[in-house]
Every structure is written in structure tokens, then in C-alpha cells.
């Protein structure tokens, strides 16, 4: 379209300086004023907008110089030839040709018209240099509005830019070229030997001219460096915010495509940012790590790469190929993760210049702008990931694992399972070993849940001990079943901090839409559940009755501390004997709280309270001055009778522990002998307190240690040579099938008689029978206890049943109190 509306208006100017115009010119000068013309338009400067490129050159030398002397016809027609030569040599399309060659023809026409109208004398008097000053710059005017116009007929409006970069040429550097073509023709005219003086002003108008150039250009790289800053100031610190940045880099550099590839960062992974010309988000090349171009670019040490086809070698001219393009601008991007990113700037859009000097230090300067824009999103990303993520783990932590189950939900999901884990150890190590060893078992454990997992599932790390994972599209029964799954898979032993340790899970289940619709609904009825899990084989599942068993243990959990000093806790003594002469060996002390609104509150049930809440210490301590006070009144009244009390494997994790017992029996008087601590067997046998000193501690108070429930765990008898143990108690569910089953039997016989060959001592709980005693009797047993004997019995009734059942025996040679037996 310009080139046809050129045409039109050249065709009739042409015609017009034809008619109107002398057309006798000598040859020698023509040809003069052709070369000078042609020349004069090979100095000149580009200016581009999008895939449009239009010059300024120096030809208003040679212009001025063919008005005054060969006049219009012949200006146009030797202008019009410099145009056409040198655009075609630039390989122009041909319709940019003709346009230009109208717009010269069209300048030619103008410049006459002023030449015509103004006063001018001879080529020495200042009339005749002011008009053609005029002609010339009205010329000039004429085309930069016939290329402004071009421009906005054939893209749209350019903006201020345009304007400023067509028209300061006209204003500032081509009256200077206008004066100098005035001087050169002033002096020829003068004398033929002024070429001495011409030629080298010539010259240092190219020069000029060329330096003129080359400072414009790098204004231009400045002006879109500063206006690239602007830009990026102004983005989102988010994907289209990179995105913006990309196609800021495209526009600035007036590039075909831009793609900027970045390494994986945090949770999320690579991403490669495309802008081209055609709108297409992906092409082959930049996102291959094995891509020669990335490979270079991203090694450079001396800034951003350039690679053209014209100078490439044969790799770098196949990954030009695989992209499409002729040439290329690289460079790496520095990105907080440490690994580089890459951006690489493909192929000028204008058809006269490509990329070179200038172009790779806008890129460079560009550079410092981009990467401190993608640090930043990366800052911003990194904040958001540590708000809603473990940063121990790195797993989604309770508010992204809301968000995300509130988000499954709003998607209108079948359906979706959510699994509390609780990890059952982790109190101990870290009370034991420190929190470096416990953090590492949870990294264990996140590990193995990972592993572990199905694989649509969200795993999460809610607090302290406690994990959490999601199962989209999971039924209860579903649910149920990957929990028991992921339980077992997640049952094994590791190595933390040099030691083996067991891993054991405590899990919660809880669905939608069966138990809520909401995040906050659901997670709180899995904590529920998981609560319950203790009791019920390690998994349980939400049930509304267990909401009041919760309320009921929160209550507990807050009266714990008052009941002790109520006195609603206390204990209850079951006697224990020696097998061959029924002498009371000692008492068991066992636990009860009797709550004034719930009743006896069972001792299992106490125990578990007080170590989920953290008192299982307290609670030690006050069973302890309840029994040892005890011990101090039989002493009192020239009894020996020792005190059995139970430890849990949490109270054996305590620091000061043996400092606390010292310290109880110092108190009440009562030598350490008198003391039996009894410990679960899991508890004697677990790493932590096998590797640590607290057995040997306890010992050398002067206090047994027993062994409870032997045979229900995982130790063996050759374990507890290692260990300081003194005697082991034979698990009641053994004994009590005893005079049935003649495989308890044999179990029975068999810890007796290896626990003797250790050098232990054999307790028989839950001898309830004379059958059973007989057995045990006969077999070795050293000390039975059961309701054969006695139940539990609270203190007061102790004593009558002391009184009714027992005698007295006199003290053993060197011994200073009485000993009680059973009477039969």
C-alpha cells in the first residue's frame, strides 16, 4: 500500500520536473553527481520500528549540490538511482524499494518547488544559501511524514519515539550536511586545485556522519535499557510477571522470539517462557540442557554470546536450524537457586539491521535487570513456599494441607480420605538423644511416607511428631485400608544418630463427605481418631462417640494436676509372695483415680493421659511418695516390705530420672533396696535406653530392677544379659491358660528355666488357681502374684487383710526388721 501510494504521488512530481526542468547536462558532471549521490546514501543511519527499517543518510551533501547544479529532473533522477542501488544491495524487498525511490523522487520535487519560489542570486550570495537550506529542509520534512505515515498505515501509530528518531536528523544534522554540500561547491567553483581541501572534508564528514551513527544508535540501546528497567520495576512478582519480562526483552530488542528457560526451584519445576511473533508458547532448542547454544551461553564468562549463520560453526548451524533462525543472542541468568537459567534472543525483525555491538550490550545491560527481577520473584516464591510449607521436611505443612483439602472439596471430589500419622517414639529421642537425632528420624520417616504413599497422594507434616496424608477420590473403607497399608510398609527399623530405631505409626482416619465437608472439619475429626488410635491396634477411624471420649480426656488432661493434689489419685497394693514359704516379698503399687463425675477412671487410661499430656513425670512422683510412705510405716512398725512401682518407657526418657528417685528415697528414709522399679519389656529393650546409662543408674541406687510382662515383646532372654535386670515377671496371659493349655505351659516352664540359667529371678502374675500355683511351684517359680493371693487393694483394706491373712516372722540372723507371711 505505501509503495502504490508513493507512485502515485511520484509519477506526476516526475512529469512536472520533466517539463519544467533543463535536461542539458554535461556528462561528466552527471556522472559526478550520480557517484556522489550513491555514496552520500551509503552513509547513513537505520531507523527501525518493528519489522520496518527506514535510514537517515548523508545525501543532503550530494542533494544540495545536484539542485544548484544539474537542476530538479536530474536531482531526481540521480537521487532515485543512489536510493534504488543502495536498498537493493541491502537486499530490500521490492516494494520498500519503490517506496523510498517515490519518496526521493518526491523530496526532489518539493526541494525545486522551494528552489523556485524563494529569491536566489549566484552560488556566492547568502540568498542563494538560505533557499536552499528551505528547499532542502522542507524536502526532508516531506519524507519523514511520508515515512511516519508509512509506518502508520502499515503497523499503527509508533508513538513519540518514532517521531523523535525521524525528525532530529532533520532539524540538527542535515542543515550541517546542507552547509558543507554549499562549501564544497563554493570552492570547485573557485579553482579545480579546492579538491584538496574537498576530499578531506568529505572524509571527515563520513566520519562525523558514521560516529553521528553509531552515538545514535547507542542512544537508542540506552533509551531501551532504561525504558526495559521501567518495565520491570512494574511487573508482577509472579508467572506473568516473567512472562512480561520476556516480552519486554523481545519488543526492546525488536527480536522475532524470546525464550528465557529456568532451573526448578523449590516445589516447582523447569520452565521455559516463550514470546514470539505468532503468539506460540514453546520452540525446540532453548529448554534442551544438551543444546550447544545453552551449553556456551550458560558456560560464558565474558557476558552474552552472539552466533550468526553466516560465521557458524557445522553444530551451532544445526542448533540454528533446529530453531528456525539465522542468528542468536545468549546469556545465562543468575536465579537464587545457584543453577543458571538461560535467555537467549532470536533473529532482528528489521530487514536491514541485525544483532551486533550495541544489541549484545543492551542485552548485557538488560542482564542486570532480569536477574534481579527473577531473584526476586524467587525471594517471593521462597516466602510463600516457608509459609505454607515444613522447612525441616519440605513437605506441605497444616495451612497449605486446608487449602488443599478445601480445594478438593470445592471441585465437587467423589470423595476424599485424610490420614493423621503420629510418630510413637519421637518424644523419647528427642528427650534422650537431642533434637538434632529426632529431627533426622522425622526426615526418616517423611521418606518413608513418601515412598510409601499412593501416588495421587498430598503428604504433609502438621506439627512436632505428627504427619498427615491426603488421598483424593478415596472411599472410607479405601482410606481405611491404604492406612493399615502405609502402617505396616512404615514399621521397620532405621538407623538415627548410630542407633537402630523403631519406626511405629499411630494413625487417625477421617473421610468426606462422611465426616465433614471442610477442611477444619475433617482435620479435627481425624485428630479425633487418632487420639482413639492408641488403643485400637494402632489405626481408628472417626466415630461420633469418640468426640465425647475426646471432651472426657480433655477434661481429664486438665483436672490431672489437681486430682493428685485432691488426693482423687491414689493407689491400691497387691501382695506379692515368695513361692516356696508364702513370706510377702513385696506389694505391687498400682495407679487409680476415682473421678467425682466419670467415676474410676481406668489405670490404662491414666497412664496414657499423663504421657500424651506430659505428666507421666508427676504422676511417677506421686505413686512413688505414695508407696515409699507406705514402705516408711511397715519400717516404722519393724516390717521389711518392699514397694514395686511401675515406670513407663516415657519416665525411663527422663534426664533427671534417677535424680528424682534418689531423691524420694533420701526423703521417706527407706533404703534402696526396698524399692522394685517394674519397667515394660519394650521400654528395657529399646535402643535409646539400651545405649544409655539409666538402667546402670537405677542399679546403683540399691534398687531391683523387674522386668514386666516378659514374653508379650520382642526381647529374648540372651538380650538381658546386658542389661542390668534382676528378676522378670511372666505376662498373666501365659499363666492364666496354664491348666488348659499345656503350650503356655511349656512357654512358662521354659522362661523359668532360662531365667535361672541368667541368674534372674521368675515372677508368676495372675495365679489365680491352686492348679496353677502347683505348677509353678513345681517348676521353680520364685514368686507369685494374683487374686489367688490377693486382689488390689487400697490401703485401709490392706492393712485388714495383712491382719487377717498374715503372721509374723522373726527377723533373719543380722537382719533388724520382721518379715510377714501368708498364713494357710
Known amino acids: 500500500m505505501p509503495a502504490l501510494l508513493g507512485l502515485s504521488l511520484a509519477c506526476p512530481v516526475a512529469l512536472l520536473l520533466l517539463t519544467n526542468q533543463p535536461l542539458v547536462v554535461p556528462s561528466a558532471v552527471l556522472l559526478l553527481v550520480l557517484v556522489a549521490a550513491v555514496a552520500a546514501e551509503g552513509v547513513n543511519v537505520h531507523v527501525e520500528f518493528r519489522r520496518q527499517s527506514f535510514h537517515s543518510s548523508a545525501s543532503e551533501v550530494a542533494f544540495v549540490i545536484a539542485l544548484l547544479e544539474v537542476g530538479g529532473a536530474w536531482t531526481a533522477a540521480t537521487r532515485a538511482a543512489a536510493v534504488a542501488v543502495v536498498l537493493l544491495a541491502h537486499r530490500l524487498p521490492t516494494a520498500k524499494v519503490v517506496f523510498n525511490t ?118 537508542h540501546s540506552l533509551e531501551r535499557v532504561y525504558e526495559f528497567a521501567r518495565r520491570v520495576e512494574q511487573v508482577e512478582p509472579d508467572d506473568a510477571g516473567t512472562r512480561q519480562i520476556v516480552h519486554a526483552v523481545r519488543e526492546l530488542l525488536n527480536a522475532e522470539r524470546v525464550a528465557l528457560w529456568l532451573p526448578p526451584y523449590l516445589d516447582e519445576g523447569p520452565r521455559l517462557v516463550v514470546a514470539t511473533e505468532d503468539g506460540a508458547d514453546w520452540y525446540d532448542g532453548p529448554g534442551d540442557s544438551g543444546d550447544p547454544l545453552r551449553r556456551r551461553a550458560v558456560g560464558s564468562t565474558g557476558g552474552a554470546i552472539r552466533v550468526s549463520a553466516g560465521r557458524a560453526d557445522e553444530r551451532d548451524t544445526v542448533a540454528l536450524a533446529r530453531r528456525g ?133 498430598l503428604l504433609a507434616r502438621m506439627e512436632r511428631e505428627q ?61 479425633v481418631a487418632l487420639l482413639a488410635a492408641g488403643g485400637s491396634g494402632g489405626v481408628a477411624s472417626y466415630h461420633p462417640v469418640l468426640d465425647q471420649q475426646s471432651l472426657r480426656r480433655l477434661q481429664l488432661g486438665t483436672e490431672l494436676a489437681q486430682a493428685m493434689a485432691d488426693g482423687q489419685i491414689g493407689v491400691v497394693f497387691q501382695p506379692v509372695i515368695d513361692a516356696q514359704t508364702s513370706d510377702i516379698v513385696s506389694v505391687e503399687t498400682l495407679v487409680r483415680w476415682t473421678h467425682p463425675r466419670f467415676g474410676s477412671i481406668p489405670p490404662e487410661d491414666v497412664i496414657g493421659l499423663a504421657e500424651q499430656i506430659g505428666r507421666i513425670g508427676a504422676v511417677t512422683d506421686h505413686v512413688l511418695d505414695l508407696a515409699l510412705a507406705r514402705c516408711r510405716r511397715w519400717l516404722d512398725q519393724g516390717i521389711s516390705l518392699s514397694v514395686a512401682v511401675n515406670v513407663s518407657a516415657f519416665s525411663l526418657s527422663e534426664p533427671d530420672l534417677v535424680d528424682r528417685i534418689r531423691g524420694a528415697l533420701e526423703r521417706h528414709g527407706v533404703p534402696g533396696e526396698l524399692l522394685v522399679l517394674e519397667l515394660t519389656e519394650s521400654s528395657v529393650v529399646d535402643d535409646s535406653v539400651r545405649e544409655s546409662s539409666v538402667l546402670e543408674d537405677l542399679h546403683d541406687l540399691g534398687l531391683r530392677l523387674s522386668m514386666d510382662d516378659f514374653g508379650t515383646g520382642y526381647s529374648s532372654l540372651s538380650q538381658l544379659r546386658q542389661l542390668p535386670i534382676d528378676e522378670v515377671k511372666i505376662d498373666k496371659s501365659f499363666v492364666l491358660s496354664m491348666a488348659t493349655s499345656q503350650g503356655e505351659s511349656f512357654i512358662a516352664r521354659s522362661i523359668i528355666e532360662l531365667a535361672h540359667n541368667l541368674g534372674l529371678c521368675v515372677v508368676a502374675e495372675g495365679v489365680e488357681d491352686e492348679m496353677t500355683r502347683n505348677q509353678l511351684i513345681a517348676m521353680g517359680c520364685d514368686k507369685l502374684q494374683g487374686f ?37
Open 102 to 219: 517515490a519518496v526521493a523522487v518526491l523530496e526532489a520535487g518539493v526541494a525545486t518547488a522551494i528552489l523556485a519560489l524563494l529569491p536566489s542570486g549566484g552560488l556566492a550570495t547568502p540568498s542563494t544559501w538560505l533557499s536552499s537550506l528551505l528547499a532542502v529542509f522542507a524536502a526532508n520534512v516531506v519524507g519523514a511524514g511520508l515515512v511516519a505515515g508509512a509506518i502508520t498505515l502499515t503497523q499503527g501509530y509508533p508513538g513519540r519515539a518514532i517521531w523523535t528518531s525521524l525528525f532530529v536528523p532533520v532539524v540538527v544534522v542535515q542543515p550541517v550536511a546542507v552547509t558543507i554540500g554549499l562549501a564544497i561547491l563554493l570552492l570547485l567553483h573557485t579553482t579545480v586545485w579546492s579538491l584538496l581541501l574537498v576530499v578531506p572534508m568529505v572524509v571527515a564528514l563520513v566520519l562525523v556522519y558514521r560516529r553521528f551513527a553509531a552515538v545514535t544508535r547507542q542512544s
Open 325 to 457: 533462525v539465522s542468528e542468536l543472542l545468549g546469556a545465562p541468568v543468575t536465579t537464587a537457586a545457584g543453577e543458571p537459567g538461560y535467555l537467549e534472543v532470536c533473529d532482528r525483525r528489521s530487514d536491514i539491521v541485525s544483532f551486533g555491538r550495541s544489541e549484545r550490550g543492551a542485552l548485557e545491560s538488560m542482564l542486570t535487570h532480569v536477574n534481579a527481577a527473577i531473584r526476586q520473584q524467587q525471594l517471593l516464591t521462597r516466602i510463600r513456599f516457608d509459609a505454607d510449607h515444613d522447612r525441616l521436611t519440605g513437605l506441605p505443612n497444616r495451612q497449605r494441607l486446608a487449602a488443599e483439602v478445601d480445594a478438593l472439596l470445592a471441585e465437587g471430589a467423589a470423595g476424599a480420605g485424610l490420614i493423621l500419622a503420629s510418630l510413637g517414639t519421637y518424644a523419647d529421642i528427642t528427650d534422650t538423644l537431642g533434637h538434632a537425632a529426632s529431627d533426622e528420624l522425622l526426615l526418616v520417616t517423611a521418606g518413608l511416607l513418601r515412598e510409601h504413599a499412593p501416588p495421587r497422594a
Open 467 to 527: 504427619f498427615a496424608v491426603l488421598l483424593p477420590g478415596l472411599s472410607l473403607a479405601a482410606t481405611e485400608q491404604a492406612a493399615r497399608r502405609l502402617r505396616e510398609a512404615a514399621a521397620t527399623r532405621v538407623r538415627v544418630a548410630g542407633l537402630d530405631l523403631e519406626v511405629s505409626l499411630t494413625i487417625g482416619v477421617a473421610a468426606a463427605p462422611e465426616h465433614g465437608t471442610d477442611a477444619g472439619t475433617l482435620m479435627q475429626r481425624a485428630d
Open 788 to 824: 489367688l493371693i490377693s486382689r488390689p487393694l487400697p490401703e485401709d483394706r490392706l492393712e485388714k487383710w495383712l491382719l487377717a491373712r498374715t503372721g509374723v516372722r522373726s527377723a533373719a540372723p543380722g537382719a533388724s526388721h520382721r518379715r510377714l507371711f501368708v498364713r494357710t
